[in-house]
């Protein structure tokens, strides 16, 4: 397993359009991806759960993957949301 923990950057945080943005780039990895807040933690392939975890700006989370691709999958969905999602 490999793990990094990020700060969300963008203001409102994940909600509805960048939370898509990044699910479709988890789902271009075959591992396993979850995301963590406190000690909740949802699969990143899921629209539902990541809403779930009401992450607002200036939250830390931690981006998590198991599989073959694992290093990869994180260090994408690390990049991403040190972009601030481009808003």
Known sequence: MY??????????????RPATFFIQKANEFKSSIWVEKEE?????????????????????IKV???GAD???????LVKLVQ???SE
Request: proline share 0%; hydrophobic share 45%; no cysteine.
């Open 64 to 66: 998590m993957a198991d």
């Open 3 to 16: 793990m990094k923990e990020v700060m969300v950057q963008n203001q409102v945080g994940l909600h509805a």
């Open 40 to 60: 909740r933690r949802v699969n990143a392939k899921s629209l539902l759960g990541v809403l779930s975890l009401g992450i607002v700006g200036g939250t830390n």
């Open 70 to 76: 694992e290093e990869a999958a994180v260090d994408s």
């Open 83 to 85: 972009s601030g999602f």
